[in-house]
């Protein structure tokens, strides 16, 4: 369900071209859940980034669900981002002014989902936050805010979450059980999810791991 074709992507530092990219090739089964592991620097945020198409490959191809991005104009592309892509960050990137309930409903909101309120509350529920509903981010634990970040990024029912380092902020307890809950609803509802990590602990709990290594995914 997902392919990158013979991916180019290089930035210039200075005047200096900088390759992270010259000839990356790799595909994903829907439902399959990966690791991704390598040193910082390496290109994971930026692969993860071409991949949810916020920024474009030099050269090459990504395909998603059937779909290829070079078919799709700019516009289009932020409409099939939000439509079938879930994030979530390690440092969760919830909208401040926003309570827990309307973070969630966000997504919901841009691909005009019904019933948005309802869904966000059974979603927050399910990760134990139904006493947080009205809580502000700066009011929820480290913990709290990354549950209320998987919420958000499920409630759409997305063909792939893109997970960048979701425990790296927390506790080794409260990370356990933040991503307990992670691979409880994606599990549940057969969702892709691409995870980058440094632990090998976590990296475990996936199907399959691979390490980005000189611009190439290598499996471990």
Partial sequence: ??????????????????????????????????????????????????????????????????????????????????????????????????????????????????????????????VGLSHRLDHLPSQLSGGEKQRVAIARALIHNPKIILADEPSGNLDEETGIAVMDKLFELIKQNNTTLILVTHSKDVALRCEKTYELHSGNLNKC
């Avoid at 960050?89 to 997504?107: D, G, I, K, R, T």
Wanted: glycine content about 8%; proline content about 1%.
């Fill in 1 to 126: 369900m997902l392919e990158l074709k013979s991916l180019k992507k290089a930035y210039l530092q200075g005047s200096q071209k900088v390759e992270i990219f010259e000839n990356l090739n790799f595909h994903l089964k829907e439902g399959q859940r990966v690791a991704i592991m390598g040193k910082s620097g390496s290109g994971k945020s930026t692969l993860l980034s071409l991949i949810s198409g916020i920024i474009k490959a030099d050269e090459g191809d990504i395909t998603l669900n059937s779909v290829s991005y070079k078919d799709l104009q700019e516009g289009e592309l932020n409409d099939f981002r939000a439509t079938n892509i879930g994030f979530i960050f390690q440092n969760f990137h919830l909208v401040s002014y926003l309570n827990a309930l309307e973070n969630v409903m966000l997504p919901a909101k841009v691909c005009n989902i019904a019933n948005a309120k309802e869904k966000a509350i059974d979603l927050l529920k399910s």
